[in-house]
């Protein structure tokens, strides 16, 4: 056991040197999405621990269903999954429209999402590795982008910018979806209402994911409800729907204004 652990560190150590070596060919100010933020998905451990984890409390197939109606995507569309992880919405979307790109920035996630579309057969998957700051876009304006939990990894002047570069890869009057963790509670009483969130986490799916919550609120970069949505107005798009389901997700279905960006 000491031996694998051992091997494990190695193995993080040089995919962070060589993450480093790749963010030094960018300008010195350039924040450095590829670095693990909060809970290493760069590990190949931690990508095939997702899955089964979360394969627990979700329902991947459902939600796939759900955003594709959400969307109104067809078989003559493309969508973007930035931030696909291990490729549950890219698999099925793939099933519903012309191409998908599957765009995130871990190698180990990526594989897992390639494994599962050969598994499935399905060759209208494009998949690179980038994120919202590095993605480069080189096909047609996408119909739709799709994102869950991931831009919460990038502080909110790199988020804003992830935002605009996204409008510039959408068409407009395209779609953009997304889900991340939002915080809409009065920041005076953010003391209890993190504490209850670790708790209901706890009860409600384990120790193990909220390990994970207080590892989001220590590590990452959630931001509030009223800096997102401005934010998506400075990036160009149009709110249609914001579902805020509890205190900290939210559900924000957009719509790529026609303005140049």
Known sequence: ?????????DIELYRNYFNTLEAGREPGWQYNELKPCGVNYNSALCALWYDMHHGRFRDFQKEGKEIIALLGLDTDQTVIDMGCGTGAFAVHAARHCRKVYAVD???AMLRCARRKAKK???NNIEFHRGGFLTYEHEAKPADAIVSTAVLHHLPD????????RLARMCKAGG???????VFSFNVDEYKSHLDEWVKSTAERIGPAFAAEVKTHVREEYSTFD???EGMFE?????????????DFMVAYLCTRKGESI
């Open 226 to 228: 009223w800096v997102m």
């Open 1 to 9: 056991m000491c031996i694998m652990r051992v091997r494990e560190m």
């Open 234 to 246: 400075r990036a160009g798009f149009a709110i249609e729907k914001a579902n805020y389901q509890n």
């Open 105 to 107: 920035v871990s190698r």
């Open 157 to 164: 002047f790199w988020k804003l910018t992830g935002l605009r």
């Open 175 to 181: 779609k953009l979806y997304l889900f991340d963790v």
């Open 120 to 122: 499935a057969k399905l």
